[in-house]
Antibody, heavy 123, light 107 residues
Framework: QVQLVESGGGVVQPGGSLRLSCAAS????????MHWVRQAPGKGLEWVAF????????YYADSVKGRFTISRDNSQNTLYLQVNSLRPEDTAVYYC????????????????WGQGTMVTVSS | DIQMTQSPPTLSASVGDRVTITCRAS??????LAWYQQKPGKAPKLLIY???SLKSGVPSRFSGSGSGTEFTLTISSLQPDDFATYYC?????????FGQGTKVEIK
């Protein structure tokens, strides 16, 4: 079945870095754009980043621009998020999500979500 | 960024009630709007996309309407499994944004 499984979260000090991964299965990964969305504890959803199906276009939320980098390896069906210069306000569950449009050029709705990986930024 | 405002923040209802949640955009987003359901400790699930298109497998008691700046999610007859938080999301721009959520509670 269609599945997304995130990993790589953990506890990190302010200013630190992590690399989050999202393993995809059950669909043609290379044909869909992918997103990262986060949710701080007890708060709402915040879109973080999008990467086009072929990796050529990337878009970021202003809150993470210049600190986070989204990438993908279509040969390994894996999505990544490199998170640098972490701040306490980056503490959240990070979800990867599949775009619902085949070979879409821009962000659309998110039709499949992973279970999330927790990132805690604390000294 | 386009701001999305949902109302009400919390809604108390009973099984069998008709429930309506409203989402307003700070500028026109045509029909580029989605609705999600989220239960505690779980990932969100897509219910509706393009304002009124029901995702395959989602019960027909869920429906969406609207265009431009005002949208609604309606649950025609609330079921026990529907008590959750609902979010709208616009994707008219390169920077999607969510509403703050509406929690549907048991009355």
């Amino acid at each position: 079945q269609v599945q997304l499984v995130e990993s790589g979260g953990g506890v990190v000090q302010p200013g630190g870095s992590l690399r989050l991964s999202c393993a995809a299965s059950g669909f043609t990964f290379s044909s869909y754009g992918m997103h990262w969305v986060r949710q701080a504890p007890g708060k709402g959803l915040e879109w973080v980043a999008f990467i086009r199906y072929d990796g050529t276009n990337k878009y970021y939320a202003d809150s993470v621009k210049g600190r986070f980098t989204i990438s993908r390896d279509n040969s390994q069906n894996t999505l990544y998020l490199q998170v640098n210069s972490l701040r306490p306000e980056d503490t959240a569950v990070y979800y990867c999500a599949k775009d619902n449009i085949l070979r879409g050029n821009y962000p659309n709705a998110f039709d499949i979500w992973g279970q999330g990986t927790m990132v805690t930024v604390s000294s | 960024d386009i701001q999305m405002t949902q109302s009400p923040p919390t809604l108390s209802a009973s099984v069998g009630d008709r429930v309506t949640i409203t989402c307003r955009a700070s500028q026109s987003i045509s029909s580029w709007l989605a609705w999600y359901q989220q239960k505690p400790g779980k990932a969100p699930k897509l219910l509706i996309y393009k304002a009124s298109s029901l995702k395959s497998g989602v019960p027909s008691r869920f429906s969406g309407s609207g265009s431009g700046t005002e949208f609604t999610l309606t649950i025609s007859s609330l079921q026990p499994d529907d008590f959750a938080t609902y979010y709208c999301q616009q994707y008219d721009s390169y920077s999607p944004t969510f509403g703050q959520g509406t929690k549907v509670e048991i009355k």
